[in-house]
Each structure stands twice: as C-alpha cells, then as structure tokens.
T-cell receptor, first 114, second 113 residues
C-alpha cells in the first residue's frame, strides 16, 4: 500500500528565510503527488501537483517542489518565507493501486517568526 | 466552475445524539466523493468514499455511516455520537482523471460534549 512520510511535524523559520518541507513516498510505481495547505479551521487548498510531466513543479504563493524518483521524494520549498505562509502543509500521493484514494502524510505545521 | 458546499461549519452535540453532515458538489457530474476526519495531532483519516450513487466504501469500522442519495450529494451520519467522534470533518471530490487530485470543502468542526 502507498504511504507518505513527512519528516518533521513542526518546522519553524524566520521571515525571509528558506522554507523546506520534506516528503517521501513509498511506491515502486511513481504516483501522482500533491502538496496541500490548510489554514486554521479551513479546508485544504491545493498548492501544486506532480503528474509525471516536469519534475520541478511550480505552485501558488511562490512554492515549488521537485520530484526525485531516485530518492522517492517530493520536497516543498519556497525561497523566502512570509508571515502569511504560516499554516499546516500536507503531502499526498495517489496511485500505486489505490486509484481513487489519496494517501496523506501526517502534516507539517509551519511557523514563521518575525 | 465547480464548487463544493459543506455545512454546518461548526456543531456542538451531546453524547448519544444523532449526526447528519451534508456535502454537495456543483458544476460536475459523477464525481468521486470522500469524507475525511482530522483529529488533533492525527492527520487526515479517510472515512468513506463513493464512486457513484448508492456506492459507499468504508475505510475504518466506527460509529459513523455515509450515504449518497444523489449524484452530487454525500451525507455523513451517526445514530449516537461518542466523545471520540469530535474532530474536523472534511468532504472532498475528484473527477475521473486522477491527476487533478481532490478539491476540499471548508469543513465542519464537530465537538461532542
């Protein structure tokens, strides 16, 4: 079965610093991969997705992620953090047999310090 | 454009009372529909999914049930709520092309007291 691992349940950065949120998936077949963001008491909003096209994917709000098959990773980055980026981020994978079901990581809470 | 509506936004219910949460989708046909629960510190747990009217798949045995009486309507229910049913419930939909991922509703915060 597909599994998604997010390293670090809580990441804290200073405003203007690099944001790096880590995600690894387990599948012998490269799946579709997604990053979602959740602000307090809101639903999940799609940041970006990888669907076997370009390995470097650009999303909204200046975020991007790189698919690395050799590392089974899909890490999320942003060059310069803003206060408004403070939220919880979820990595998810779809595929590898569970065609209808997204498998989510446990989430990473991003804190941005002034 | 497609939209997803979920209500109510917040709900406080006593233990043992019934529950009905509704989710509707507009602007698409024959969507796949999902109910997730998000409990504090436990990430997102898939509860039910449906690929068509009357077709419900349960992911975990529990005190909840789901129904899909119409193509774009998905209902989450319980006959008797437990304290452990408290959490943030999210409805989502997807279309047949897997690469689009899911679109989520705004969620319902359920507190069982």
């Amino acid at each position: 079965a597909q599994s998604v691992t997010q390293l670090g349940s809580h990441v804290s950065v200073s405003e203007g610093a690099l944001v790096l949120l880590r995600c690894n998936y387990s599948s012998s077949v490269p799946p579709y991969l997604f990053w979602y963001v959740q602000y307090p008491n809101q639903g999940l909003q799609l940041l970006l997705k990888y669907t076997s096209a370009a390995t470097l994917v650009k999303g909204i709000n200046g975020f991007e992620a790189e698919f690395k098959k050799s590392e089974t990773s899909f890490h999320l980055t942003k060059p310069s953090a803003h206060m408004s980026d403070a939220a919880e981020y979820f990595c998810a994978a779809l595929g590898g047999g569970s065609n209808y079901k997204l498998t989510f990581g446990k989430g990473t809470l991003l804190t941005v310090n002034p | 454009s497609q939209t997803i509506h979920q209500w109510p936004a917040t709900l406080v219910q006593p233990v043992g009372s019934p529950l009905s949460l509704e989710c509707t989708v507009e602007g698409t046909s024959n969507p796949n529909l999902y109910w997730y629960r998000q409990a504090a510190g436990r990430g997102l747990q898939l509860l039910f999914y449906s690929v068509g009217i009357g077709q419900i798949s349960s992911e975990v045995p529990q005190n909840l049930s789901a129904s899909r009486p119409q193509d774009r309507q998905f209902i989450l229910s319980s006959k008797k709520l437990l304290l452990s049913d408290s959490g943030f419930y999210l409805c989502a939909w997807s279309v047949g092309s897997l690469g689009y991922g899911y679109t989520f509703g705004s969620g319902t915060r359920l507190t069982v007291v």
